[in-house]
């Protein structure tokens, strides 16, 4: 039998990959979940102002509100600060059926709480469907997964048997997805690099090079790294898909909302004048002040991301922000002041030197 899917979310990226997955062995249905857009996706089967050029395939049908089977499968695909207001309307048997999966394609952090999205869903669920919550995560703007541009991305949960379980369902040709078990570092990854394509963009929008960005983009994964690690995650998974890979495409990309934002910031608009014209969520702007606030809570220094809150919400001037980091403290790559490299110069010429390079202080 196919597998049955229930996409909920109609925007750009749920469309794209409700028309990837009929493409195979499966039962698509979508959820739309705002009744404006139920009404014109049934009449047109399109939404130009989201994913312009491109129809829903007819074999998919539109639902006015989900109610799931045990044996089905869920495809989670709304902004990170719906994902818990939406998924308590859905209507989730008690028991899952034994290969019934959730699958979130979802990047960001929950204001307030700060949690994962991955542990929104283990808050709203019942408890057995807790041990299916699969991320899906990785450099694939939905406009190009929609015009079947060659893909990869990784399904990431503790449990890889589910995760290969999302795999099946969803590789297909032209869209390649690895599995990984480290759930943490994939979410972080996805999420955390909204805020690097947002400096990104302020960098392009103040007139600066590739200089620039190269340096933004490599500063700003060691940052992105060091969060992870506090939280759980494997330093190894960020210089991968859902690390570097989605970092590299969001801050260079057209397609990319959050580097849009901050290029605009960075010409001189504001922040509540650019998210007013715009028809879909750069999910950037809220992970900025969750990630602000996570840096505290685990006290890791994160000098990109506090820039970017700074611009963002309380009006630093994008040029003060980009000198305040070049003039920051003097490091070493790795991390160390100058006055650790002097103390340990002054120990080995006194007799007192040890052996190796001290582990890096956590200030970039």
Not at 208 to 213: C, E, L, M, R, W
Not at 240 to 256: F, Q, V
Not at 283 to 302: F, I, K, N, P, W
């Amino acid at each position: 039998m196919p597998d049955r899917v229930t996409v909920i979310g109609s925007g750009s990226w749920g469309m794209a990959l409700a028309n990837l997955l009929v493409q195979g062995p499966c039962e698509v249905a979508v959820w739309p979940p705002r009744p404006e857009e139920y009404e014109l996706l049934s009449r047109t089967r399109s939404n130009p102002a989201l994913l312009p050029g491109i129809t829903l395939d007819p074999r998919i049908s539109l639902i006015p509100k989900p109610a799931l089977a045990r044996e089905d499968h869920v495809l989670v695909v709304v902004p990170s600060h719906a994902v818990r207001t939406v998924m308590t309307q859905v209507r989730v048997p008690a028991e899952p059926g034994p290969n019934s999966t959730v699958i979130c394609a979802t990047k960001g952090l929950e204001e307030g709480s700060l949690l994962r999205m991955s542990e929104v869903l283990g808050e709203v669920l019942p408890g057995p469907w807790r041990g299916r919550i699969v991320t899906l995560s990785g450099p694939s703007h939905a406009e190009e997964v929609a015009r079947g541009i060659p893909t990869a991305v990784v399904a990431a949960s503790p449990d890889e048997a589910a995760a290969a379980h999302a795999q099946s369902i969803l590789a297909r040709e032209r869209f390649r997805v690895y599995v990984s078990n480290d759930r943490v570092g994939v979410e972080l990854g996805g999420a955390l690099k909204n805020i690097i394509a947002l400096a990104a963009g302020i960098s392009d929008g103040l007139g600066y090079g590739d200089n620039s960005k190269g340096a933004l983009l490599t500063r700003g994964m060691v940052e992105i790294a060091r969060l992870g690690v506090i939280m759980g995650a494997r330093e190894k998974t960020f210089a991968g898909l859902t690390g570097m890979g989605d970092l590299i495409t969001t801050c260079i990309s057209r397609h990319s909302r959050n580097r849009y934002v901050g290029e605009q910031i960075g010409r001189g608009r504001s922040l509540a004048e650019i998210l007013a014209g715009m028809n879909m969520v750069a999910e950037g702007v809220r992970t900025t002040r969750a990630a602000y606030e996570l840096a505290h809570r685990h006290g890791v220094v994160m000098p990109i991301t506090a820039q970017v809150f700074r611009i963002l919400f309380e009006g630093l001037a994008p040029e003060r922000a980009m000198i305040e980091l070049m003039l920051r403290d003097p490091k070493t790559e790795d991390g160390r002041s100058l006055a650790e490299i002097r103390h340990r110069g002054d120990q080995q010429q006194n007799g007192l030197g040890g052996g190796g390079v001290g582990a890096c202080d956590g200030n970039p």
